[in-house]
């Protein structure tokens, strides 16, 4: 039996967009509707109202693919997600790597949000095949059902790591994140301002955390082992630039007198450790990428990339060399 996911999957549109035309709904262009119709046809359809969901209504459930790694760091993000949901009266269901393609293949849901780094690829791309629209964050990821919401990552690093080198600094460590595009964005960055101001860096102060307060205090206890400190830590996250100052702390090294550090994010704990940032507007993420995946569920929206700016917060934790 041909269904609404399968006219959906050929045609390159949601489910309900498919529902919108095939209920005689006048929110879908007219070309769409076109291409819908022609396919229906020649599918070989049979139209069966029941299919929408059940009694007729529009489905309105979203699921959050959700990584309980970090809580602090998506909290914002999904007051945002929240505060549009309930402003456009759809539900939300929130599930981890785990459990997320039992529930999204489910016939009662509308659209995914997906802001777990870990999830495979063949996972998110095998329920976007199954004609299930998605809204990304931070992740690149070509398919025509998918709409990719990423933060200026290299844009906003390139301008913090220039005003450092500004500062009067030569020496730098970099502390990066598990592998992902935003921790290689960040991390070329870096490594181009250094090498456009003629700043060579030693690859053995290039270390790896996994974006945590733990891998940052890791980091440090290592840094503190060289023969030379090297006058800033570049951290590819706030949370292990968190865990570094404290371990420098522990250890009587002074932050920023005798090394200073910087991280990127924003989360609420930069802001009482005195944290020199990047700053993510993450409840705005979250509001915006609902309101993408609402517009695409109402055929109202597009699938084209989307980039949201970010700026440096500076705090205390960077002490410039000159003035």
């Known amino acids: 039996m041909v269904g609404i996911k399968d006219i959906a999957s050929k045609c390159g549109v949601s489910p309900t967009t498919v529902s919108n035309v095939l ?3 006048n929110n879908v262009g ?13 599918l070989g359809y049979v139209h069966k109202r029941s299919e929408t969901s059940a009694g007729g209504r529009k489905k309105n459930t979203v699921v959050i693919n959700f990584s309980d790694f970090d809580a602090q760091f998506y909290f914002d993000v999904l007051h945002g997600i929240s505060d549009y ?11 981890t790597k785990e459990n997320f393609a039992k529930y999204a293949d489910s016939d009662s849901i509308s659209g995914c949000i997906i802001m ?13 095949d199954k004609g299930i629209p998605m809204v990304t964050l931070d992740r690149q990821m070509p398919h025509k059902l998918i709409k990719n919401m990423v933060t200026g990552n290299y844009e906003s690093e390139r301008l913090l790591v220039e005003k450092i080198v500004s500062m009067g600094f030569s020496s730098f460590a970099f502390l990066g994140g598990i592998d992902s595009d935003d921790n290689k964005e960040r991390y070329r960055a870096f490594r181009d301002v250094l090498k456009e101001n003629n700043i060579s860096f030693d690859r053995n102060l290039l270390y790896e955390g996994d974006w945590t307060e733990k891998s940052g205090a890791a980091a440090a206890r290592l840094i503190m082992l060289q023969p030379g400190m090297p006058e800033v830590l570049v951290c590819a996250n706030d949370l292990m630039a968190i865990g570094a100052i404290r371990k420098f702390q522990e250890n009587g090294i002074r932050v ?3 090394i200073s550090v910087c991280g990127f994010d924003d989360v609420i704990m930069s802001r009482y450790v ?6 993510v507007p993450n409840y705005e993420r979250g509001f915006l990428a609902m309101q993408a995946l609402a517009d695409i569920i109402d055929g109202t929206g597009d699938f084209e990339n ?7 917060k500076w705090r205390k934790s960077i002490k410039p060399l000159k003035e």
Not at 274 to 279: A, E, H
């Open 274 to 279: 005195g944290l020199t940032t990047v700053s």
């Open 116 to 128: 777990d780094w870990s999830t495979e690829d063949s996972t998110i791309l095998g329920i976007a």
């Open 85 to 95: 949901a309930v402003k456009k009266d759809f539900n939300l269901l929130i599930c």
């Open 306 to 312: 989307f980039k949201i700016g970010a700026r440096v």
């Open 23 to 25: 209920n005689n709904k």
């Open 30 to 42: 007219r070309e769409t509707r076109d291409l819908i119709l022609k396919t229906a046809k020649e």
């Open 256 to 258: 920023p007198d005798d």
